[in-house]
């Protein structure tokens, strides 16, 4: 099992910064790669980004590149999510994913462990 913890959500305005953390703990060895993905209300669940746990390469959401910068720190098995010029359409809760071996890194339900999620909301 893996538990995932996210932190770092808050209120910001538009154009401002937040910088969300997920710690993992447990079986982490089993993980492959750690997405973030987001909720807004009345609207599905879409992914932002992921980075392999062991190689470290990245992508990301058309609506967020170049503004979203996803890490990770192997030794505190943190991967931790930058965002800058925040908009109020990044307004949604926030979740880490972890996956052993996905069939599609896009898809939700594909991932086997999920963090409880953290508030962003960006006003105007």
């Known amino acids: 099992q893996v538990q995932l913890v996210e932190s770092g959500g808050g209120l910001v305005q538009a154009g401002g910064s937040l910088r969300l953390s997920c710690a993992a703990s447990g079986r982490t060895s089993s ?9 807004a209300p009345g609207k599905d669940r879409e992914f932002v980004t992921f980075i392999n746990w062991s190689r470290g390469n990245s992508y990301y959401a ?15 098995n943190t991967v931790d999510l930058q965002m800058n010029s925040l908009k109020p359409e990044d307004t949604a809760d926030y979740y ?29």
Do not use: H, M, N
């Open 62 to 76: 058309d609506s967020v590149k170049g503004r979203f910068t996803i890490s990770r720190d192997g030794a505190k």
């Open 96 to 124: 880490c994913a972890a996956a052993d071996r996905p069939s599609s890194v896009f898809t939700a339900t594909e991932y086997d462990y999920w963090g409880q999620g953290t508030q962003v909301a960006v006003s105007s």
């Open 31 to 39: 993980i492959k790669l750690i997405s973030w993905f987001r909720q």
